[in-house]
């Protein structure tokens, strides 16, 4: 049987332990809210978003405060309810909140030179797993139900493959899917042998341990995603928001290149153009996420 834990679990087998995720402090007056989600370890990005807040306030002039949410679903509710002015996040749950809240996209990450990445099915070099039809009645973990490298691009392998027919088929082909909560999780869960698979962005590895590393391999690459994407919501004043666009454009210089490990470790970042996402909306329509 298909067990789907609730998207506001972390995925205990994986080790990762539950950790009290810090919730949005008391608005000041010209107080700028950040969301983060957890793609890795939640207690390691607490710390990164106290180095890079207090580092954003001296430049943009108020102060700026940071929390993790539990998912990407709870950092466009924050969005839509007012505590949070800007959230850092996928693709998918970009357009998506681009649909549901008019949510405004910012800036977009690079990495090794483009604004685009792949999703990936990981799995252990000594599993024996060398194709996706090995995983049939095996039990995988992806990132998050909404996360387009960390779900539904690796889930479209399957499909592209002819062993599930879209989302809804997934239970019937895997032994137990799980949502972990971020790539780390899926990823730790797959590398200790808990699941035979992992689906999360093609740079998941890196958060694993060095000798886990070696460790594994992947088998499956999607099609190029546009990178992840930081946006803000309707009505956030202009002036504080182009404040922090040009202060985010400002961590391309080599002064300040070394703060980027504290945003998820991108290359940089560009201006974000909308149409560069057309291709996510697609898909999440032909899956029933968009009308």
């Known amino acids: 049987m298909a067990i789907h834990l609730n998207r506001r679990t972390m ?14 402090l008391v608005a000041q007056d010209a107080t700028l809210r950040l969301a983060f989600i957890p793609q890795e ?5 607490l710390g990164d978003i106290e180095a890079i807040t207090g580092w954003l306030a001296g430049q943009i002039g108020v102060p700026v405060e940071g929390f993790v949410t539990i998912d990407h679903a709870a950092a466009v509710e924050a969005l839509r309810n007012g ?20 949510a405004v996209p910012l800036l977009s990450e690079v990495y090794r030179g483009a604004p685009s990445y792949a999703g990936r099915i990981f799995v252990r070099r000594d599993s024996g797993i060398r194709s996706l039809a090995d995983l049939r009645d095996k039990d995988i973990a992806f990132a998050d139900p909404i996360s387009e490298s960390g779900y539904l691009y690796p889930l479209a392998e399957f499909v592209k493959a002819g062993l599930i027919e879209g989302p809804d088929q997934a239970e019937a082909f895997f032994g137990r899917v799980f949502f972990a909560g971020g790539y780390q999780q899926a990823m730790q869960a797959m590398a200790e042998g808990l699941v035979a698979a992992a689906g999360a962005s093609q740079y998941a590895d890196l958060l694993l341990t060095p000798e886990q590393q070696g460790e594994v391999t992947w088998i499956a690459e999607s099609a190029p995603i546009p990178s992840h994407v930081v946006i803000a919501r ?3 004043d202009s002036g504080l928001q182009e404040r922090f666009v040009d202060t985010m454009m400002r961590l391309n210089e080599p002064e300040n290149r070394h703060r980027l490990r504290y945003l998820y470790g991108p290359d940089g970042y560009v201006r974000a153009d909308s149409a560069a996402y057309d291709g996510v909306r697609d898909m999440a329509r032909r899956y029933g996420l968009l009308e």
């Open 83 to 102: 505590d949070a002015d800007i959230s850092f996040m996928g693709a998918l749950p970009f357009v998506l909140a681009e649909a549901e809240i008019g």
């Open 11 to 24: 995925l205990t087998l994986a080790g990762a332990g539950a950790v009290s995720l810090a919730t949005p």
């Open 41 to 45: 370890n939640p207690e390691k990005l």
């Open 234 to 236: 309707p009505g956030l």
